[in-house]
């Protein structure tokens, strides 16, 4: 009875030496979740970008005509008459105003990203301030468990109470069960 309550501490140590691991890596983890956001809605913005960067390409080609002509711009203009030149003239004034007010929503969605990033962090960092200091005297009493577990193996092991192998031959398949008769046989006199 002894051994197997020996075995089973050891084995709580072991089960509570996992756990600590996995929540160290699950707080490891987290952080990475942020900067997952972050990436995606880079990627939404470079998105973006990269179709006004074909779009204005292929207006500069309409403007442009013969890139070997340098005066070809010049000339498609000529050609065109005033009513046109005047539309195409308040379209591009449009543009204008649309493209300053796209870079100065994203300078003010960027100024308010980084106050909400500096606000996260700062919280982030008294959390973790406050769980260090909460957890502090959990972590000494884990770590000492921890240093505990190799000297409880060898003690076990040495008292033959724990042997690996043993161990792992009994995990393998299920238990056969022995009926037993409650009965005695009868003596014969």
Do not use: C, F
């Amino acid at each position: 009875m002894l051994k197997y309550r020996d075995v089973v501490q050891l084995s709580m140590v072991e089960i509570k030496h996992k756990i600590a691991e996995l929540e160290a890596k699950l707080n490891t983890d987290n952080e990475g979740g942020e900067w997952k956001t972050r990436y995606e809605a880079q990627l939404e913005l470079n998105d973006q970008l990269q179709k006004q960067i074909v779009s204005l390409e292929e207006k500069m080609k309409r403007v442009r005509g013969n890139p070997s002509d340098r005066l070809s711009s010049i000339r498609v203009y000529e050609r065109m008459p005033v009513e046109s030149l005047n539309v195409l003239l308040k379209q591009l004034e449009k543009e204008k105003r649309s493209l300053e007010n796209q870079v100065k929503d994203y300078a003010l969605r960027l100024e308010q990203e980084s106050k909400a990033y500096q606000r996260t962090s700062s919280e982030r960092r008294t959390y973790l301030a406050e769980m260090s200091q909460g957890s502090g005297s959990h972590q000494i009493s884990k770590r000492q468990q921890m240093e505990q577990l190799p000297r409880m193996k060898e003690i076990l092991v040495k008292s033959g109470r724990y042997n690996p192998v043993n161990q792992k031959t009994a995990k393998r398949g299920p238990v056969k069960k022995i009926t037993r008769s409650n009965h005695l046989p009868k003596l014969h006199q």
